[in-house]
Nanobody, 126 residues
């Protein structure tokens, strides 16, 4: 079992920045591929970014590429999402997810992840 706890959400003006954190506990953090998803009101949960075990490879959705950066610190069992140049359409609940067996083909699929955090609200005012 892995427990995930997100933090860092809040209210920010368009063009501003936020950094989300996701603290993991329970099992060896470095065994897991970590990802961020988000869900806006009335919409399905969507993939935002993913990072491999060592942090050597990162992947992003088209909508956030160039503005968001995912990173991880395995010594602190934490994954981060640095969000810059925020837009109103980035408003959503952001979720951290973890899984041991994600591949490049499956990393964008919600159903592929075994562990989820409770989410943190990000609101971008226009």
């Amino acid at each position: 079992q892995v427990q995930l706890v997100e933090s860092g959400g809040g209210l920010v003006q368009a063009g501003g920045s936020l950094r989300l954190s996701c603290a993991a506990s329970g099992r060896t953090f470095s065994n897991y591929i970590m990802a961020w998803f988000r869900q806006a009101p009335g919409k399905e949960r969507e993939f935002v970014a993913c990072i491999t075990w060592s942090g050597g490879n990162t992947y992003y959705s088209v909508s956030v590429k160039g503005r968001f950066t995912i990173s991880r610190d395995n010594a602190k069992n934490t994954v981060y999402l640095q969000m810059n140049s925020l837009k109103h359409e980035d408003t959503a609940v952001y979720y951290c997810a973890a899984d041991e067996t994600i591949t490049i083909l499956t990393m964008r699929r919600v159903a592929e992840y075994d562990y989820w955090g409770q989410g943190t609200q990000v609101t971008v005012s226009s």
